[in-house]
């Protein structure tokens, strides 16, 4: 997930003056529903793996109720019920519950859950809550569920500053992600399994050797150390499992890869499957590259190009105090997979859009004695050209220069 301040909600619409509507962005660092603390159930829940600490402010009711359950939806709503019921019994009717939890490891479905039975939830981005920064500052559950209250009460109130929320997905939109993923973390496993084989290769004197070859299994018997000897025997049963893991792997990326063509073929137009198409023309741009480039960011609705800058990570984190002014380097508060992907691009880019207005950008800031450094300049490249994809599947802009494929 990236930062919360960058995933934006759809715009809502308020009126000035009384006459015609004017469009307000809703980026999700602060509430654009007005506040009514006689009204509104504030609930805060405060997750771990064992249980929930659960926290309220109940409309008429002096203290500030506070409970632990185990990890249950159901128990959380009827412990709602009840706090509700209690605020009608002094006189406080309750006309909205609005409800949050910091993002983790339990994701979103509680908060789709609660959406769907007509609760108000929200999920609070843990990199947006201020924290204290002494060095051994005392930390506790209960502790937390003060903070994340405080937090949300601020947010609630429509300032800014306090929290930043995130966009809760779908079912859907959550699962069209995953084909990806698997993918990438089955070319990791690959390379690792590749890579172990290749060092313990280099410890008998043994260079050359591709065991991700189909016919390497054979090939085996054949290796010959810098002795003039055979593989020892604990060697050999050590490459042959991991080379019938190899060739799990393999099949595995194929299968997926298999399952996305078939896909986009049933269903060519509707949809992220338009943009990956549409991506795809884009000559240095394969199926893979532009599939990761829709699910993860460009089929998000984001407020502009800044947001879509920071959500990638891809904006710089300056340090200036009085006269001190320097640069950290790239900020990394967005989505690693993305930036991975897009500095990754970048480099290609460069190699098959050679005489795009981009890649000339590019070269007319590297070349020379007086150039900058290409490895901080494709950063820069990098984030144009993530903005420059953004406008081509949005609105059909297509890069100055840049060479598309004949569609199929």
């Known amino acids: 997930m990236g930062r919360a301040a960058e995933v934006v909600a759809p715009s809502s619409s308020i009126r000035t003056d009384g006459g015609c509507p004017v469009v307000q962005v809703n980026d999700l660092s602060r509430s654009l529903a007005a506040f009514d603390p006689i009204s509104t159930l504030v609930v805060v829940v405060e997750m771990s793996k064992a249980s929930w600490l659960v926290s309220s402010v109940v409309p008429g009711v002096e203290r500030q109720p506070l409970k632990k359950l185990e990890p249950d939806a159901t128990a959380l709503l009827r412990l709602i019920e009840r706090w509700r019921n209690e605020a009608v019994r002094v006189g406080r009717p309750i006309s909205r519950i609005a409800l949050a939890y910091e993002a983790g490891r339990d994701g979103f479905w509680l908060a789709r859950w609660l959406i769907a039975r007509g609760i108000e939830a929200h999920v609070i981005h843990s990199a947006s809550v201020a924290v204290s920064r002494e060095r051994k500052r ?3 559950d209960r502790l937390d569920a003060a903070m994340l209250m405080r937090v949300f009460l601020g947010w609630l109130r429509g300032e800014r500053g306090h929290c930043g929320m995130v966009a809760i997905p779908t079912m859907e939109e959550e699962d069209a992600r995953r084909p990806n993923r698997e993918r990438e973390s089955l070319v990791n496993e690959r390379s690792r399994i590749i890579n172990r084989m290749k060092s313990a290769l280099a410890r008998l004197g043994i260079r050359g050797f591709k065991p991700h070859l189909r016919k390497a299994p054979e090939r085996l018997a054949g290796l010959r150390t810098a002795e003039g000897t055979g593989l020892p025997a604990n060697i050999i049963e050590e490459f042959r499992r991991d080379m019938a893991r190899l060739a799990l792997v393999r099949e595995q990326i194929s299968s997926i890869e298999k399952t996305r063509a078939e896909r986009l073929e049933r269903a060519p ?5 338009a943009m990956v198409r549409l991506l795809a023309r ?5 199926i893979e590259t532009a599939d990761m480039l829709v699910r993860e960011i460009l089929s998000r609705k984001l407020r502009d190009r800044r947001a879509l800058a920071r959500y990638a990570g891809l904006t710089g984190s300056p340090d200036e105090s009085g006269l001190k002014s320097r640069e950290k380097g790239l900020a990394k508060t967005g ?3 993305v930036r991975r992907g897009l500095i ?3 480099w ?3 190699m098959f859009q050679k005489d795009s207005a981009l890649a000339r950008w590019y070269r007319t800031r590297t070349e020379g004695p007086s150039g900058a450094r290409k490895t901080t300049m494709i950063v820069a490249l990098a984030r144009k050209l993530l903005i420059a994809l953004w406008r081509l599947v949005t609105t059909g802009e297509v890069p100055d ?7 199929a």
């Open 138 to 140: 005392a930390k506790t």
């Open 269 to 273: 137009d509707t949809g992220p499957h």
């Open 282 to 286: 884009v000559i240095g741009i394969g």
């Open 335 to 337: 989505n690693a997979r």
């Open 344 to 346: 990754q691009l970048a």
């Open 348 to 350: 290609r880019f460069l």
């Open 401 to 407: 220069g840049v060479e598309l494929r004949t569609a």
